[in-house]
């Protein structure tokens, strides 16, 4: 158990929307300083490679055409953020009508305003407010989306009960998380291969723009520091493949790594030149090497992409064995899984077949 945070998450969200900090998941992608996940360059070769199998892919626009099409009538999206996403969403038609949640009010009226004299401004209901509060009735929706909020959700329980609950017998549950250890709290064996990573870096690459020094290691941040600042931040991130499995059916599963890429890149990511084919490829190596690591279950994965059919019935809840290698490539799968197909399955997809 952790001491009650000092902040509160709903603030935070409000203060990082205001400021522009945060302006979420998009299809363009410009560069950030810190996220690998919305820097062009590695989400091309880390994250759009392995999930679409295409350079130039985008994970929503291939999850779209092929669970999405025909579009569901009814999707409840929630932690939208700013919206971008469901906002493209419906006007791709991948799904005839959004009730979309967040908890920042601040987020909920930039999207009305920008989303206001689209003709498609009427398929998108914005909804500023706690969705664990609704009361929203049962058995209502086709789909479920969710884009990197599940791992924001104190109350993880009642969030899988909520998203099972809410939808219509078969309905799905579509998300893309972070799914590594809660807070960011990386394990030993991880830092220390990370830090291996980092001591083959010249001194330039390994200047830290965030705490302006050059770093003799990958920076871990302590749990009072999380508490502190960011206290909802992967909080119960590592419940979600189980509780996943626990109350869905899962379909797609494709794992896309993030463990050295978040953290390593995290205050570096300035220092490379990205137009320069050296720097490039020192980046690319690196990628290379988590998924190498990863593929052959040395290192866990810390993201994922999963698409899961509501069971009738939840499952009970899984074995502390069962959970044991969840974010592994060689992860047997549940008792009743056949074993080739799921981690076989998810091999294939992510390095080809072989
Ligand atoms: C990392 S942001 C993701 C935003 C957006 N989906 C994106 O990808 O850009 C997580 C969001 O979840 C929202 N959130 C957290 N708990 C929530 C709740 N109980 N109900 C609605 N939104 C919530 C937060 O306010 C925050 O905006």
Not at 108 to 118: L, S
Not at 119 to 131: E, H, I, K, T
């Amino acid at each position: 158990m952790t001491d009650k945070p000092a902040v509160d998450a709903t603030s935070i969200w409000d203060q990082r929307y205001e400021a522009g900090d945060h302006v979420g998941a998009k299809i363009v992608i410009e560069g950030d300083p810190v996220d690998f996940t919305q820097h062009k360059f590695l989400y091309r070769h880390a994250i759009a490679m392995p999930t679409t199998g295409s350079e130039d892919g985008w994970i929503i626009d291939h999850l779209g055409r092929e669970f999405l099409t025909p579009p569901p009538d009814r999707m409840l999206a929630i932690g939208v953020g700013m919206a971008w996403v469901e906002e493209h969403l419906v006007s791709q038609d991948f799904a005839r009508h959004i009730t979309a949640y967040e908890m920042s009010s601040t987020a909920i009226e930039a999207a009305r305003e920008r989303v206001r004299d689209k003709d498609y401004a009427a398929r998108l209901d914005l909804r500023a407010g706690d969705v664990l509060e609704e009361n929203l009735p049962s058995a209502t929706f086709d789909v479920v989306f969710v884009q990197a909020a599940i791992h924001h959700f104190d109350r993880i329980e009642a969030m899988f009960s909520l998203m099972h609950r809410v939808l219509k017998p078969g309905g799905l549950l579509i998300y893309d998380e972070y799914i590594g250890p809660d807070h960011h709290i990386y394990e030993p064996e991880v830092m220390a291969i990370l830090n291996a990573i980092d001591a083959c870096l010249a001194p330039r690459y390994r200047w830290d723009v965030l705490a302006k020094h050059t770093r003799q290691h990958v920076p871990i941040p302590s749990l009072e520091f999380m508490m502190e600042h960011d206290p909802s931040e992967g909080v119960h991130a590592s419940r979600i493949l189980p509780l996943t499995y626990q109350y869905f059916d899962v379909i797609h599963r494709v794992d896309y790594g993030g463990t050295v890429m978040r953290p390593f890149f995290t205050g570096i990511l300035p220092n490379f030149d990205w137009e320069d084919p050296k720097d490039q490829t020192i980046a690319r190596l690196i990628i290379l090497l988590e998924q190498m690591l990863t593929k052959h279950g040395i290192l866990p994965h810390y993201h994922t992409s999963i698409v899961a059919r509501r069971r009738k019935l939840p499952r009970p809840p899984l074995t502390l064995e069962e959970e044991s290698r969840i974010n592994y490539a060689d992860w047997p799968g549940l008792k009743e899984v056949a074993r080739s197909t799921r981690a076989g399955g998810m091999i294939a997809r992510v390095f080809g077949k072989g």
